[in-house]
Structures are given as structure tokens and as C-alpha cells.
């Protein structure tokens, strides 16, 4: 299962889950509403983000404590899901008996992969968990990963004086946020039984997007460093299929 950034269309992942796909798993990509960009619903129903769903305008100091509130709300998306492929396993006419639903991941960017985490803590369906560069939450940062936990993170975020104006808050804020977020991160790790922690060197949040990589190769340099970073686009692409590949195999393949 995989879970987007807050306001990221899944669909910015498709080179990523295309390829981790075609290496023999079934991916159920989310999409949660009022919290993604835009959702089309099967009735032909458009619900886009709104602010009970989003974080936008909200200065980061302050992020933390909706973002929680909100990954605790993806979770029970990702558990609902598991429970609508466990009915279609049963009787979807093309997926009936299909689905290997004793072999589960859960990864995800940003809050979708806090929510996996979150998650497979809370549900013993889930076998192993992938988060791309998302801050933590919940019970599972202190008492740590019940099951193995990968850890992909970009290069330690460094706000401009543009950037700390916009949001509204001061170098010393900025700082102490995102030391307090790295050192959750880090607890997870060392409480964990079977986790490990990577770093994409060169790296920006927004570089696990990996559809981003390729289509922002004709902005400006300085512009698609702010976006991605300096990484090349088949180089970052590369490592991070790899790590989630080599993971997903050792961890959810050969689980159980």
C-alpha cells in the first residue's frame, strides 16, 4: 500500500510504483480526500483539498500537531483498504483469490509514510514499512517498530530568508522544529528491532516525487534545485527503487 504527501497527487509517483510493481507485487496507491490535491470519485464526484484536510498557511512550528491529527486519519484509510482487498480477494470477479494478503507492505512520502508507520504499529496485517522522509508521530516513535522499517531521508532542510518569512517564522524556530523532528526519527531507528536509516545525498523533501525528477529537468537550474535538489534525476531514481526494492523483497516477499 502507498500513501502520498499531503497534497501531492499519487500520480506523481507513478515511475516509482510502475517499478517497484513490475518487480512482482500488487500496489494499492491511495488517494484521501480533502487532503490530496484533487479526487475523482467513481460517481464522477471532484473533491479537492480543503483546509480540514490540508496544512497550508500553517507555520511549521505548528504543523506537527495537525499533521498527527491528520496521519492518524491516513492509517485508518490504509487499514480500510486492507479490508476492501481482503472482500475484493474474496469475490472481485477479475482479483478473486489473487491477492497475497498474508504478505503486506506499507510505504509512503512525507505523512503517507508516517502513516504506514502508524499503521503497521497499530495492525498486525502489515509486515514491513517504508517511510520516505516523513515526520513521526504517535506511539510507535517511542516504543518503536513492531515490524522492519526503512528510513529514507533527504538532506537536513535549509530555509532561505525568503522562505522563513513566507511561513512566518524565525531561523531559530525553523531550526529547533526540524532538530526535534530528526531526533524522533532517529529515537524510531534505535528503538526498533530490525530499522535502518538511509540519507539521499543531495536530496530535497520533494525529490521522492520521483515523476518530479524528470519533468522539472527544463526549469532553470536554480528552480529545480529548489524543488528536487542537485541529485541527477536517473542517479536518485535508481537508489531509491533499489532501497525500497531490496527492502520490499527481504521484508514482504519472504515474510511468512
Avoid: C
Avoid at 30 to 51: C, K, M
Avoid at 173 to 183: R, T
Avoid at 215 to 222: D, H, I, N, S, Y
Avoid at 238 to 248: D, K, N, P, V, Y
Wanted: glycine fraction near 8%.
Amino acid at each position: 500500500m502507498f500513501s502520498p504527501g499531503v497534497g501531492n497527487l499519487t500520480l506523481y509517483y507513478s515511475s516509482l510504483l510502475s517499478e517497484i510493481a513490475s518487480r512482482g507485487f500488487v500496489i494499492a496507491a491511495l488517494w484521501h480526500p480533502y487532503s490530496t490535491e484533487v479526487v475523482a470519485f467513481p460517481d464522477g464526484t471532484v473533491q479537492r483539498i480543503n483546509a480540514a484536510g490540508g496544512v497550508g498557511g500553517i507555520p511549521p512550528t505548528e504543523q506537527m500537531a495537525k499533521l498527527e491529527r491528520l496521519g492518524r486519519v491516513w492509517a485508518d484509510d490504509q487499514r480500510f483498504a486492507l479490508d476492501q482487498l481482503t472482500a475484493w480477494n474474496a469475490q472481485h470477479p477479475q482479483l478473486r483469490g489473487h491477492l497475497d494478503l498474508q504478505r503486506v507492505g506499507a510505504f509512503g512520502h512525507s505523512l503517507g509514510g508516517a502513516a504506514a508507520a502508524h499503521a503497521a504499529h497499530v495492525d498486525d496485517r502489515i509486515d514491513a514499512v517504508i517511510n520516505m522522509d516523513g515526520a513521526m508521530f504517535g506511539e510507535v516513535t517511542t516504543a518503536g517498530s513492531r515490524v522492519p522499517f526503512l528510513l529514507i531521508a533527504a538532506e537536513r532542510p535549509v530555509l532561505s530568508d525568503g522562505e522563513l518569512k513566507q511561513v512566518g517564522v524565525t531561523r531559530e524556530q525553523a531550526d529547533a522544529w526540524i532538530d526535534s523532528m530528526v531526533n524522533v526519527q532517529r529515537t524510531l531507528v534505535a528503538r526498533s528491532r530490525d530499522a535502518r536509516a538511509e540519507k539521499l545525498n543531495q536530496s530535497k523533501h520533494n525529490t521522492f516525487m520521483t515523476d518530479m525528477l524528470f519533468f522539472t529537468t527544463a526549469l532553470p537550474a536554480a528552480r529545480r534545485t529548489g524543488l528536487v535538489g542537485d541529485v541527477d534525476p536517473a542517479t536518485a531514481f535508481g537508489q531509491i527503487s533499489t532501497w525500497i526494492g531490496e527492502f520490499t523483497a527481504r521484508h514482504v516477499q519472504a515474510a511468512r
